[in-house]
């Protein structure tokens, strides 16, 4: 079974750029998390989706950061415009969902670079 | 709020000795929790989690756990340790709503 799949693995891009990274879940999972893992520190949500739903945004900095799960499945992070204080890796992870189903199987991350 | 304290940032040890890693975690509520590992330029592996029942839960790669809800902590621990075992460990609290809570992570570091 293929686990969760995040692209790209790195960017480098100039300030003030717009990126965006995409993560595609285990199959049939219908929780996808958006982490952000700063350099020495444990991942930090930013958004949790409940299929195609939103349903804990509050830690995601909207005034420049934007995501989408289309139909519940592939989901896009987007950040526009980049900061240096973006610098960091961007995990996906995905769950089976349910309350006590909270096991979140984890992509290799995307790490970014904002120069 | 939940939140999750590692006590140690870094922890070396000699191959073949113990090693335990210390979880510290707050919360109002019953929890769940979780030991995750992070090798280099890597996403995080989940080694063991705690949802109810038996107090030591046992993982893979011969890493267990014990949750002592009286000092809310919820420590690892291996017997006898590997070079393969030098990684970042991360303690994970939930109150069941699908949100995973970290702490800043304990690099473990083995030496021959």
């Known amino acids: 079974e293929a686990g969760v799949v995040q692209s790209p693995r790195y960017k480098i891009i100039e300030k003030k750029q717009p990126v965006a990274f995409w993560c595609n879940p285990i199959s049939g999972h219908n929780t996808l998390y958006w982490y952000r893992q700063n350099l020495g520190q444990g991942p930090e949500l930013l958004i949790r989706y409940e299929n195609e739903e939103a349903v804990d945004d509050s830690q995601l900095p909207k005034d420049r950061f934007s995501a989408e799960r289309l139909k519940g499945v592939d989901s896009t992070l987007k950040i526009q415009p980049a900061e240096l204080g973006d610098s960091a890796v961007y995990l996906c992870?995905?769950?089976?969902?349910?309350?006590?189903?909270?096991?979140?199987?984890f992509g290799q991350g995307t790490r970014l670079t904002v120069v | 709020a939940q939140s999750v304290t590692q006590l140690d940032s870094q922890v070396p040890v000699f191959e073949e000795a113990p090693v335990e890693l210390r979880c510290n975690y707050s919360?109002?509520?019953?929890?769940?929790l979780f030991w995750y590992v992070q090798y280099p330029n890597q996403g995080l592996q989940l080694l063991l989690k705690?949802?109810?029942?038996?107090?030591l839960v046992k993982g893979i790669n011969g890493f267990e756990a014990e949750f002592n809800k009286s000092q809310t902590s919820f420590h690892l621990r291996k017997p006898s340790v590997h070079i393969s075992d030098t990684a970042e460990y991360f303690c994970?609290?939930?109150?069941?709503?699908?949100?995973?809570?970290f702490g800043k992570g304990t690099k473990l570091s083995v030496k021959p």
């Open positions: 705690y949802l109810s029942g038996s107090t």
């Open positions: 994970a609290v939930s109150e069941g709503q699908g949100n995973l809570i």
């Open positions: 992870a995905s769950s089976l969902g349910g309350i006590r189903n909270t096991e979140a199987f």
């Open positions: 919360s109002s509520v019953s929890v769940y």
